[in-house]
């Protein structure tokens, strides 16, 4: 077996607890009440400044030209497509701008970032990329699943939201990443192999709560 099929294996229900998570369910049939949206779409916000920057460090660490390029790409596409995209859903949602660039994090979203930065400064390469995989490739998922399920015809904005998660583009990204970390697993020695997975699904699990995190409104007490 392969990393990739190894780990998936080892997460399967993981991932599956995220398909059925309510908050995933209610965009897929579009019964999710706007408020919980609104508070994932600009946590997501300010979720994907960090995760740029973990993206950046990727790039600079890739001991490939070819990765390094790739990387650099898929900072482009997020600062410029996937963040633009997140801007105008809140001007949908009368979120201004600069709303939005105020938003605080909330714990959870610190929690995930953090440890993304952490392991883009501590880890090994291969470790950085494993910690990135379950964004990259869940929100494929995700949208996936949600797409065979049938688009909410009630939820314009959700039905955009699922398609831009499944379109080519983001497929291939989607997939260029997750053949990486393969590759990287069959390159590394057994020391780094475990910590790779042990990211992977330390990423796992911080996607499961970030759901949780938009479900719940959750914010700072205090």
């Keep these: 077996m392969g990393f990739i099929s190894d780990i998936e294996a080892q997460s399967q229900s993981m991932r599956d607890a995220i398909l059925a998570h309510p908050f995933v369910t209610g965009v897929g049939d579009g019964t999710l009440p706007v408020e919980k949206f609104k508070h994932y779409v600009t946590q997501d916000y300010a979720y994907l400044v960090d995760y740029s920057r973990a993206l950046a460090l990727a790039s ?53 970032t953090s440890f993304l930065l952490k392991t883009a400064y501590q880890g090994s390469f291969g470790e950085l990329v494993a910690s990135l995989l379950p964004c990259q490739w869940g ?23 699922i398609e831009m998660y499944t379109s080519e583009e983001f497929a291939a990204l989607a997939q260029h990443i997750r053949d990486m970390a393969d590759r990287l697993g069959a390159e590394a020695d057994p020391a780094e192999l475990t910590a790779m997975g042990e990211a992977y699904i330390a990423s796992v699990r911080l996607e499961h709560q970030f759901w949780d995190m938009a479900y719940n409104l959750e914010g700072w007490k205090g």
Excluded: K
């Excluded at 900072?75 to 995209?85: F, Y």
């Excluded at 929100?139 to 065979?148: C, D, F, K, P």
């Design 60 to 112: 600079a660490r890739a001991p490939r030209l070819d990765d390094m390029s790739w990387f650099a790409g898929l900072l482009d596409e997020t600062l410029n497509v996937e963040m633009a995209l997140h801007r105008g859903y809140c001007q949908e949602f009368g979120i201004s701008a600069e709303e939005l660039e105020a938003t605080v994090a909330a714990p959870t979203t610190v929690a995930y």
């Design 139 to 161: 929100y494929w998922e995700i949208g996936n699943h949600l797409t065979r399920r049938g688009l909410p015809q009630n939820a314009p904005l959700y039905a955009q939201w």
